[in-house]
């Protein structure tokens, strides 16, 4: 049985004690692959010497987060481009919209979140979304782009039955984490109106812990703890969301060659 988590911060501090004991960990509970999503200028260091020690199961994406998305975000984003022209990544991320701590940068959020997209496009990649009190404007956003061009995940995924039809239609998945584990959070009912053909698991890690360890540090070992609550709402087996979730997180982040990555690791192109 296999579980891919597709989204956790794993190279941030709140691991460095214990990182390469977590890690093991969530391989012992059927954790085979990590994607981890980049934050700003500053995470890129860490993110990347992460990738480099676990070459094989940690996968980097390279976006700017909207919550970084300040003055100087041009800045910020010719460093994210920069990148994505040296080297391959799994993914355009995190990007998206917040509107939940601070809306003084909304304009600029939209702005980068509109350019990561085309350099999606153009590279080829998926995106992953934040969408954080901004669900409904991230699907107003998308439908204006241009139709199939886009795919990926909305991370974190809590919004409505609508609009989690609506994410789907757009060609996306729904990444669902421990919130689903949170009593009277509302997600349970509204996935078990959802395929298990459009969710992919996540952890969020080091955030959003699911009940047991609900408000304590996150890992991705618990990412079996959101597929045991999937599979009680759904009426399957374990086995079953294991295998289709992890199917799901392959269909979205294809891969690329591990010989190009490797060589790649540092930054520097084969060419």
């Known amino acids: ?107 600029e959020q939209e702005d980068a979140f509109l350019r990561q997209c085309a350099w999606a496009r153009e590279f080829n990649l998926p995106i992953v979304i934040h969408s954080r009190e901004s669900t409904a404007e991230l699907i107003a956003l998308l439908r204006k782009e241009p139709k199939g061009t886009l795919s990926g995940i909305f991370h974190c995924f809590t919004g409505t039955l609508t609009q989690a039809q609506e994410i789907i239609d757009l060609g996306f998945y729904l990444g669902i984490g421990g919130v689903l584990t949170f009593k009277n959070g509302g997600l349970d009912q509204v996935v078990s109106e959802i395929s298990l053909d459009y969710l992919v698991l996540e952890t969020d890690a080091p955030y959003l812990a699911p009940v047991p360890h609900r408000g304590k540090r996150n890992e991705s070992a618990y990412v079996r703890l959101v597929a045991e609550k999937l599979a009680e709402i759904k009426k399957c087996t374990l086995e079953e969301v294991a295998a289709v979730t992890t199917a799901n997180a392959r269909n979205v982040f294809p891969g690329y060659d591990l010989a190009e990555k490797h060589a790649n690791q540092q930054g520097v192109s084969k060419n």
């Open 1 to 107: 049985m296999e579980f891919i988590d597709t989204h956790a911060h794993l190279y941030v501090k709140a691991f460095a004690a214990d990182r390469e004991l977590m890690i093991e960990r969530a391989h012992a509970n059927g954790v085979s692959t990590f994607y981890l999503p980049n934050i700003d200028q500053e995470s890129i260091p860490d993110l990347l010497a992460l990738e480099a020690r676990f070459p094989e199961t940690c996968m980097a994406m390279m976006g700017l987060h909207p919550c970084s998305v300040k003055e100087d975000y041009e800045t910020a984003l010719a460093e994210v481009r920069s990148w994505l022209e040296r080297r391959p990544f799994a993914a355009v991320g995190e990007i998206g919209l917040d509107l939940y701590w601070d809306k003084t940068f909304v304009r």
